[in-house]
């Protein structure tokens, strides 16, 4: 009686552990070759997997993979992404992309530059501590993941950044249309936004860090290139000391020549 027990328990476990496992099976061994939609992405994964193009792509061929760099090969859509469960780092700068898919919950970092993009996804990947976005079409940001660590945003049409995370050490956001930046409470420790249409450093709230900027505007030039944290009046008084010690040594030389 006991060994009959035993028998049945040890059947409906296996039965029960094999319908558990059967629909991952079948995930995994699931054709997935017709959604790269896009010819040059798909041809990259085959590459990548290093299996010839006259065989199927299965999901799990592509579930545990953890970097994708797909960068300048003409590509026009990233569909088929999805599968790509495991994805920690994505290169597909310098194509020709006009929107992004959704991105993996893992990914990490995000490495799109140069591409169409008129938007990103609307949910960045709470994980991603890499974005480099410039050379895009892009008018706004989405909501930045809290462990955000470098953001390369420039050469957009960004009139405002959102939030800025409090993980944040590094920001590119030159040649935008920027009026005013506030970093108060973000640990930045370089920033560049050259050629926005901020008038002077004061239109920048709480940066202590290395500074590369250069304003540019009908009212006032002001070209501090990483000499730290100056406020126009500074420039100023440096401009006419200046002027004053090169002019008061010419004449120092002129009396020379002239007794």
Request: aromatic fraction near 12%.
């Amino acid at each position: 009686m006991k060994k009959r027990f035993i028998r049945a328990l040890a059947t409906t476990l296996t039965a029960a552990l094999l319908c558990a496992l059967l629909p991952l099976m079948a995930t995994a061994s699931a054709d997935i070759t017709g959604d790269f939609t896009d010819l040059k992405f798909r041809a990259r994964v085959y590459v990548l997997l290093e299996k010839p193009d006259t065989q199927p792509i299965y999901a799990g061929d592509v579930a545990g993979i953890e970097e994708l760099w797909v960068g300048t090969r003409g590509i026009r859509s990233l569909a088929g992404l999805e599968h790509f469960t495991g994805l920690k780092i994505l290169g597909c700068y310098a194509n020709e992309l006009t929107a992004l898919p959704d991105l993996p919950a893992g990914l990490e970092e995000l490495y799109c530059a140069n591409n169409k993009l008129a938007a990103l996804p609307a949910r960045l990947p709470a994980g991603l501590t890499h974005l480099s976005v410039s050379g895009n079409l892009l008018t706004a940001l989405p909501a930045l993941p809290a462990g955000l660590q470098i953001l390369w945003c420039g050469n957009n049409q960004l009139a405002a950044l959102p939030k800025l995370p409090s993980a944040l050490t590094r920001l590119y956001c030159e040649n935008n249309r920027l009026r005013s930046l506030d970093v108060r409470g973000v640990p930045l420790e370089y920033l560049e936004c050259t050629y926005n249409e901020m008038v002077g450093v004061t239109d920048i709230k709480g940066f202590v860090g290395k500074l590369s900027m250069l304003f540019d505007s009908d009212a006032f030039k002001f070209y501090p290139q990483n000499k730290g944290f100056w406020a126009p009046w500074e420039w100023w008084v440096q401009l006419v000391l200046e002027f004053v010690g090169f002019g008061w040594g010419w004449m120092r030389l002129l009396r020379l020549f002239w007794r």
